[in-house]
């Protein structure tokens, strides 16, 4: 199976910092790779999917790229409600794995 | 708008049984793959189960296969999971998930606690 590696698994950052989080893939799922965000008490959500493309109201300060092993979700501007735990997830075919979490948190 | 509410958590002693709904309404639930995801309390992410729009493929995380059955009734909006030989690591808050490929899963319901204690 493909595993999904995520990192780093926490980071403390500062409002406005431009904030960087990676997911690996163990072999390649050309860009069917979904971030999700889960706030703290709360279900996750979809953030972007086909690696690149932003759901339907999430704000233009998140953005994803990558294609094939590589995969990056960049927030431009922290801001106080982007603290929550991110997560990628390949769905190119079963099993639809997740990266393990990264936890964002402000400085 | 799109709702999915689970039900059927709860707590139950290792090695029993419980079988989780999910209530799907503000979509055509029969044209639609659905997903069971579970979190540990405090933990990451765990896919667990898929079956297609119409039942005819299921597919299952190796942790729970052949414990774990996921099923549909597309005349009553509801999907299922049924959990067999529970263990204490299947204590989680279970989801069930919408999927609308190619752009992932992108409707979650609240979740429903299962606890596997004795």
């Known amino acids: 199976d493909i595993q999904m590696t995520q990192s780093p698994s926490s980071l403390s950052a500062s409002v406005g910092d431009r904030v960087t989080i990676t997911c690996r893939a163990s072999?390649?799922?050309?860009?069917?790779l979904a971030w999700y965000q889960q706030k703290p008490g709360k279900v996750p959500k979809l953030l972007i999917y086909?690696?690149?493309t932003l759901q339907s109201g999430v704000p233009s300060r998140f953005s994803g790229s990558g294609s094939g092993t590589d995969f990056t979700l960049t927030i431009s501007s922290l801001q106080p409600e982007d603290v929550a735990t991110y997560f990628c997830?390949?769905?190119?075919?079963?099993?639809?794995?997740f990266g393990q979490g990264t936890k964002v948190e402000i400085k | 708008q799109v709702q999915l509410v689970e039900s059927g958590g709860g707590v139950v002693q290792p090695g029993g049984s419980l079988r989780l709904s999910c209530a799907a309404s503000?979509?055509?639930?029969?044209?639609?793959?659905m997903h069971w995801v579970r979190q540990t309390p405090g933990k990451g992410l765990e896919w667990v189960a898929f079956?297609?729009?119409?039942?005819?493929?299921?597919y299952y995380a190796d942790s729970v296969k052949g414990r774990f059955t996921i099923s549909r009734d597309n005349s009553k909006n509801t999907l299922y999971l049924q959990m067999n030989s529970l263990r204490a690591e299947d204590t989680a808050v279970y989801y069930c998930?919408?999927?609308?490929?190619?752009?992932?899963?992108?409707?979650w319901g609240q979740g429903t606690l299962v606890t596997v204690s004795s």
């Open positions: 072999q390649g799922i050309s860009n069917y």
């Open positions: 503000g979509f055509t639930f029969s044209s639609y793959g």
């Open positions: 997830q390949k769905y190119n075919s079963a099993p639809w794995t």
């Open positions: 998930a919408k999927d609308q490929w190619p752009k992932a899963l992108d409707y």
């Open positions: 086909a690696a690149s």
């Open positions: 079956i297609r729009y119409d039942g005819s493929n299921k």
